[in-house]
């Protein structure tokens, strides 16, 4: 099982839909999660990052984590062709704080 | 958020020479920095933790003797590709982190011919 799973997609939404980006991991000890947008050619820009459970917002973006069913989630809201890009999901457990990448969701945004 | 650069963004150059790429971090001190490779349409790779005045650890798998890096102020990271081959071609990031926080430097590509 990988430490880190998500939708390799691609995931196509129409514009001004919601889209949704889903991201499981295994450890159940896991305390730091993250989002990154990667646009192709580039490299990742952290977006949002959340730490307890619940949902956290941030403009069109929000993130969503519940621990006990190990899945962190992003939504993004209005979505728009400029937010095309892949989005990679991170996590950091272990005792030595390794932050673990997913292989990422590529999101298509259809105007 | 930090801000991380690196130098060159794109090299070109010929098998089996050395190639060497800073990364720095700009408004913020790192004593611990991240090298990454990434193949076209593949996912992230570490190749190694860099540690300010120590030796680095790399993953497995990635050559120690041929990818060197040096760690030598808590603002700048090297990696040199020694003897480069044309595999070597890819896009190499680096990374620090603050607090949990990981930022990424814009990459170079590079490519071996």
């Known amino acids: 099982q990988k430490e880190v799973e998500q939708n390799s997609g691609p995931l196509s939404v129409p514009e001004g839909a919601i889209a949704s980006l889903n991201c499981t991991y295994s450890d159940r000890g896991s305390q730091s999660f993250f989002w990154y947008r990667q646009y192709s050619g580039k490299s990742p820009e952290l977006i949002m990052s959340i730490y307890s459970n619940g949902d956290k917002e941030d403009g069109r973006f929000t993130a969503q984590l519940n621990k006990a069913s190990q899945y962190v989630s992003l939504l993004i809201r209005d979505s728009q062709p400029s937010d095309s890009a892949t989005y990679l999901c991170?996590?950091?457990?272990?005792?030595?704080?390794?932050?673990?990448f997913g292989t990422g969701t590529k999101l298509q945004v259809i105007p | 958020g930090a801000v991380v650069s690196q130098h060159p963004s794109w090299v070109i150059c010929k098998s089996g020479t050395s190639v060497k790429i800073e990364c720095r971090s700009l408004d913020f001190q790192a004593t611990t920095m991240f090298w990454y490779r990434q193949f076209p349409k593949q996912s992230l790779m570490l190749m190694a933790t860099?540690?300010?005045?120590?030796?680095?650890?790399?993953e497995q798998g990635v050559e120690k003797d041929k990818f060197l890096i040096n760690h030598a102020s808590l603002t700048l990271s090297t990696l040199t590709v020694t003897s480069a081959h044309p595999e070597d071609s890819s896009f190499y990031i680096c990374?620090?982190?603050?607090?949990?926080?990981?930022?990424f430097g814009p990459g170079t590509r590079l490519t071996v011919t």
């Open positions: 860099s540690n300010e005045g120590s030796k680095a650890t790399y």
């Open positions: 991170a996590v950091i457990s272990g005792g030595y704080q390794k932050v673990t």
């Open positions: 990374s620090a982190r603050v607090g949990d926080e990981q930022y």
